[in-house]
């Protein structure tokens, strides 16, 4: 089983990301912020993290790189933001991550990158 961390600091989008991810199959969690990503990361567990690039306390491009730098390549990260412009997906891709979403985010958008990814 999948199991996936979403972290993103609005509560929405954390819930709509959620409901869309367990009608996929996928077990989920979430995290606010970076500090409670990395806490839920060190539980171990999981396989895919979907990340926000604009968190309030650290962005998201910051905590893809600390992630990348304890865990390595252990877990596929696709970053999502409100800003869908190619240099941001290539941005991502050079820090690390394995996808890009734009926001909005829908069922088919997740599906279609986790699907990519083989993580579904």
């Not at 869309?20 to 895919?48: H, P, Q, R, T």
């Not at 865990?71 to 970053?79: A, E, Q, R, T």
């Amino acid at each position: 089983m999948t199991t996936c961390l979403i972290v993103d600091d609005v509560t929405v989008t954390r819930y709509s990301a959620r409901v869309f991810l367990e009608d996929l199959g996928v077990d989920v969690l979430d995290a606010e912020d970076g500090e409670k990503a990395i806490n839920v990361l060190s539980k171990g567990n999981v396989n895919v993290i979907l990340l926000d690039w604009h968190l309030k306390k650290k962005s998201g491009l910051d905590l893809l790189k600390v992630i990348r730098s304890e865990y390595g390549n252990s877990m596929k990260i696709v970053m999502f933001s409100g800003v869908e412009r190619e240099d941001k997906t290539k941005e991502a891709i050079a820090a690390g991550a394995n996808g890009y979403i734009a926001k909005p985010t829908t069922k088919e958008k997740i599906e279609a990158e986790f699907k990519r990814l083989s993580v579904i």
